[in-house]
């Protein structure tokens, strides 16, 4: 069983910065591609940031673009997000998961493994 764990979240003032981790372990796969999900209050789980097996591919969402950085580790099995210049509109519990190929248009359309998530405050 592929399992996630994720960390990091915290309370934070508008423009601060926080840097999530998702940690892999039980039968880990050779090649996958992680998704880091946000769902704020009242609102929708949307995709913020997906990343390649081996970290070629990423993608944002619009409104996260040159703020957040997503990467990978493989020798620790852990996938981070930086968040910088963090604003309220990025509250949220934070997830993530193993979704399709990164490079898909799609790619957050679907997850089969997730982790329990994170919660990030942005508030003054």
């Known amino acids: 069983q592929l399992q996630f764990v994720e960390s990091g979240g915290g309370l934070v003032q508008p423009g601060g910065s926080l840097r999530l981790s998702c940690a892999a372990s039980g039968f880990i796969p050779d090649l996958y591609a992680i998704g880091w999900f946000r769902q704020a209050p009242g609102k929708e789980r949307e995709g913020v940031s997906c990343?390649?097996?081996?970290?070629?591919?990423?993608k944002y969402l619009d409104s996260v673009k040159g703020r957040f950085t997503i990467s990978r580790d493989n020798a620790k099995n852990t996938v981070y997000l930086q968040m910088n210049s963090l604003k309220p509109e990025d509250t949220g519990v934070y997830y993530c998961?193993?979704?399709?190929?990164?490079?898909?248009?799609?790619?957050?359309?679907?997850?089969?493994?997730w982790g329990q998530g994170t919660q990030v405050t942005v508030s003054s």
């Open positions: 998961a193993r979704v399709p190929l990164c490079g898909s248009s799609t790619w957050a359309a679907r997850g089969d493994y």
């Open positions: 990343i390649s097996s081996n970290g070629s591919r990423t």
